[in-house]
């Protein structure tokens, strides 16, 4: 899994969002169900910003998620990690992550896999 080699940095609903932070809780948290560049038991997240919700090619979504019109930005990352099912109610995502400032990290990790 890369490692960004230069941190670069994220503002996010009040939090600053640290990638090679981000890149450590990615290893250890979302690791086991992800991957940068392949499907797992969730989705790749390459090129995540910009993307619609529930699209990567080979991946089975969720109904809910893969007709939804969510667009991938720093701040609906940001409310999906915090409580996927609340954000779309019935998706297959299963792990959140509390703490603010840990998904502020992740998503600047996120924005270096483009």
Not at 87 to 98: A, H, I, P, Q, R
């Amino acid at each position: 899994m890369p490692i960004a080699s230069a941190s670069e940095t994220i503002e996010v609903k009040g939090y600053t969002g640290i990638s090679q932070r981000g890149s450590q809780i990615y290893a250890q948290i979302c690791s086991s169900c992800h991957s940068p560049d392949n499907n797992l038991v969730g989705p790749a997240h390459r090129g995540v910003f910009g993307r619609a919700a529930g699209k990567v090619e080979g991946y089975d979504y969720s109904p809910a998620l893969g007709m939804s019109d969510i667009v991938w930005t720093a701040d609906s990352l940001f409310d999906w990690l915090g409580d996927p099912d609340d954000f779309v109610l019935g998706s297959k995502m299963y792990v959140s992550l509390d703490d603010p400032q840990q998904r502020a990290d992740v998503i600047a990790y996120l924005m270096t896999l483009k």
